[in-house]
């Protein structure tokens, strides 16, 4: 109901910045708001889906429970009812939906019911439910000790090449839990401070259903001489030392942390390769994909004389070389304490 309004209440958003500051609120745009009472509204963790209760748009009742979507531009689909029997003759005011938006709970004074409001649960119609979401859920530990860890979780997506957000790690007992919406392609990278980061991808194919909950415990050691950690999101164009662009962000990430390593540490980069093609090539190949992470990561501000660059082919292999799964384990770049 604030000044600037088109009805008696309105809906607004507030977005979050880089800094996890949430920035002005704006008033969303007709017709989710219109002259009438427009409220309640639940933003599902899909990433796009928000709910809405109006008495300004038509409808069957009072107020009656709306969907619409957000779109790649920023702008708002035309709210759909949700249609009987979801919503009646009387007030539907509010509604809440599972992560896996299956289930929701809506509040309505329709008639049969208790009092001046009752909550309703029921099966949500495939029609007017959210999209595809997951959720990875999670503790960050010490190796050594399974101590929780002050950590700092960043996401990138891979298909835009940009980061989808930053999440901070419980220091309480190391959890974390964020959802994972619609189709994706995300690499997620732990940081904390002292210990090897670590990186991982995953993407929607690996789910199996929506609200799928994928709950994993990472583990963090701290560097040292003859200890490894392996760049789970370097890649480089087929047969070739070119880095995918895609890269960059993990070495950024891996190039600040090195920053903090004592400088007496030397990093050395070790390629390896599958044993598709000759033993020379690989090899080849392998020095020149270790070379091209070297010299990416001086450019980016790591003194030359911390880092060396081997290349060993296929000589070193972590998996089977028989299916494509193990081949690609085996491609492979890794960091080396000396």
Request: glycine letters at 10%; zero cysteines; aromatic letters at 10%.
């Amino acid at each position: 109901t604030r000044l600037g309004g088109l009805g008696n209440s309105d809906i607004y958003v507030a977005r979050r910045d880089s800094n996890n500051v949430f920035t002005v609120v704006e008033r969303l745009p007709f017709p989710l708001n219109t002259p009438g009472n427009d409220q309640r509204p639940y933003f599902h963790p899909d990433g796009k889906t928000l709910y809405f209760s109006s008495s300004g748009l038509p409808g069957m009742g009072g107020s009656d429970l709306y969907k619409s979507q957000l779109m790649e531009d920023g702008s708002w689909t035309k709210p759909v009812n949700l249609g009987f029997p979801i919503n009646s003759p009387k007030d539907e005011r509010g509604i809440f939906i599972s992560g896996d938006g299956k289930l929701a709970f809506i509040s309505t004074n329709r008639k049969g019911g208790l009092g001046g409001m009752d909550i309703y649960q029921f099966d949500l119609p495939q029609s007017v439910a959210p999209g595809l979401t997951s959720y990875l859920k999670g503790r960050v530990l010490d190796s050594l000790t399974r101590q929780p860890l002050i950590a700092t979780i960043e996401i990138y997506d891979l298909t835009r090449n940009q980061e989808y957000r930053t999440v901070a790690v419980d220091p309480v007992d190391g959890s974390f839990l964020f959802a994972l919406p619609g189709i994706f392609n995300y690499s997620f990278h732990i940081t904390s401070p002292g210990k090897i980061p670590i990186s991982k991808t995953i993407t929607s194919d690996s789910i199996l259903t929506s609200g799928e909950l994928l709950n994993e415990e990472f583990l963090l050691s701290s560097p040292s001489i003859g200890n490894q950690f392996r760049l789970n999101n370097v890649f480089f164009e087929t047969n070739s030392a070119v880095l995918e662009e895609i890269s960059k962000q993990e070495l950024q990430i891996v190039a600040n942390w090195m920053a903090t390593v004592e400088d007496t540490v030397i990093f050395e980069l070790q390629g390896h390769t599958d044993n598709r093609g000759s033993e020379v090539w690989n090899l080849t190949l392998s020095q020149q994909r270790a070379d091209a992470v070297r010299n990416y990561l001086i450019s980016i501000g790591i003194p030359d004389d911390r880092l060396i660059a081997r290349g060993f082919g296929m000589t070193r292999p972590i998996d089977t070389n028989e299916t494509e799964e193990g081949r690609a384990n085996n491609r492979r770049t890794e960091v080396h304490f000396r």
